[in-house]
């Protein structure tokens, strides 16, 4: 019997006839497309496209039980294209003989390199690596009962389970010298004193001695600041994001800048801005066209003086930085920039974001259901209100007829089922939490597994 492995016997035919549940785009894969087209030609793309899959499955399971290996889009893009590697190569060994199993990919050991970056412990790495193996192993079993004779099933499984654990003992070998190399290589690394001592300005800085940090960032701390912080969903973009907050914070009016990479496609850095506060230029707005291209975001804080005004400068940017990827994870408007100062009421009532979609959907009612019509209506009385019920002013910002307005906050009202001055204070946050986060706050998430 031929497959579609090059017309080739597999060591295991059965794993030839291994499908997806759905359909899979493999240009979507986080692996290279060099890789997997090479993977496809040696294993056959129906069980590729399996593997491909499984690993999905597998990284959402990782994630929801070891979150910090996630973080970030660009961080679980990372751990994917890992994933992906290891569950192709598991694949492999099992068809091939082991001793034809190239050793582990750079797709493995630069998620190991970024968990160092990151300060994860090796216990976690580790725990992440036997839930992975457990699930994985769990879906090539229950494959194998399904596939194969029944009169050589048990054989079967019992092989693979012993193959399958050996495979996960090398890898789990490999990824220890990997970890231990970098934490070494990392924990006397300048970028690592760099990055650590942000970290104690930003937790404790009254246990720094200011002048002796400012010397060794090479920036000076008795400034005024503004923080950013800038992201990707790839985890690549490196350089990029350095050269965009320096853009940025230049833009700003910084007379000295500081970056710190903290994890795959996310970056903090200030800057030193006038005791006025930041002089936001023309060339802030110009920058806006390639930043969009090069699917980067910013995050901005207020200023602020001194290693008091570094630390809440960077708090708030991190406020806003959330906001966005809230309304981006909601379906929102994809905005470039967000200023905390802009979205500050926002941020604070979804500090707790539970309870804040608990008092949105309590305060509106049927004014909170899912549909164009009811969104429609939530957005003109948010303006509506926040215009001081100006007809006018809310069919401006909106482009509509003003009597689409009267008729869409009476329509809303009606939903409602009381007066807008009822509650009026409660009313206005609840819609300016649905306006800015939509379903974030508008569904119920379900409960933690």
Same mark, same amino acid.
Request: net charge negative; proline share 5%; with cysteine.
């Given at each position: ?13 059965w794993l030839a006839r291994l499908s997806p549940q759905n359909e899979i785009d493999l240009g979507e894969a986080a692996l290279p497309r060099g890789q997997i087209e090479d993977a496809v030609s ?196 490196? *350089?990029? %994001?350095? =050269? #965009?907050?320096?853009? &940025?914070? !230049?833009?700003? +009016? $910084?007379? /000295? ?93 979804? *500090?707790? %974001?539970? =309870? #804040?979609?608990?008092? &949105?959907? !309590?305060?509106? +009612? $049927?004014? /909170?259901?899912p549909g164009a019509a009811t969104e429609a209506l939530r957005t003109t009385l948010f303006h509506y209100l926040d215009a001081e019920r100006s007809l006018v002013e809310v069919a401006r910002r ?52």
């Open positions: 019997m031929t497959t579609e492995t090059g017309g080739r016997q597999p060591r295991r035919s040696h294993l056959g793309l129906s069980p590729v496209s399996w593997a491909i899959e499984l690993s999905a499955r597998v990284v959402e399971r990782i994630v929801a039980e070891v979150p910090p290996l996630g973080g970030s889009p660009a961080a679980v893009e990372m751990l994917r294209g890992g994933n992906d590697a290891t569950t192709v190569r598991a694949l492999a060994r099992l068809m091939d003989s082991p001793a034809a199993v190239p050793p582990v990919g750079e797709a493995t050991l630069e998620g190991i390199r970024e968990f160092v970056r990151r300060g994860i412990p090796l216990e976690r790495v580790l725990h992440g690596v036997r839930i992975g193996h457990a699930a994985t192993t769990e879906a090539f079993l229950r494959a194998c009962t399904e596939l194969v004779d029944p009169r050589v099933a048990v054989d079967e499984v019992t092989a693979v389970s012993h193959e399958l654990f050996s495979y996960v003992d090398d890898l789990s070998d490999a990824m220890i010298r990997t970890y231990l190399a970098e934490h070494e290589a990392w924990s006397t690394s300048a970028a690592a004193t760099r990055a650590g001592l942000v970290r104690s300005l930003l937790s404790d800085a009254a246990s720094v001695d200011i002048d002796e940090a400012s010397h060794v960032l090479g920036y000076n701390l008795r400034r005024t600041h503004e923080a950013v912080v800038v992201w990707s969903d790839s985890p690549h973009a490196g *350089s990029t %994001l350095q =050269a #965009a907050a320096i853009e &940025v914070l !230049r833009a700003r +009016g $910084a007379a /000295a800048t500081l970056t710190v990479p903290v994890a795959a496609g996310r970056l903090w850095a200030w800057g030193a801005v006038s005791a006025n506060g930041a002089a936001e230029d023309s060339s802030l707005g110009a920058l806006v066209p390639a930043l969009s291209e090069r699917r980067l975001r910013v995050a901005f804080g207020t200023t602020g003086a001194g290693t008091a005004g570094f630390a809440r400068s960077h708090d708030e940017a991190r406020r806003a930085e959330r906001v966005q990827r809230l309304r981006g994870e909601a379906g929102g408007d994809g905005r470039v920039m967000t200023a905390y100062a802009d979205v500050a009421p926002v941020a604070l009532l979804a *500090s707790d %974001l539970d =309870a #804040a979609g608990g008092f &949105v959907r !309590r305060e509106l +009612g $049927a004014l /909170a259901e909106l482009h509509v007829a003003r009597a689409t307005v009267t008729y869409r906050v009476k329509r809303a009202q009606e939903v409602l089922g009381h007066d807008l001055e009822d509650r009026r204070f409660r009313l206005h946050a609840a819609l300016a939490l649905a306006e800015e986060l939509g379903d974030a706050v508008l569904l119920p998430h379900p409960p933690p597994r």
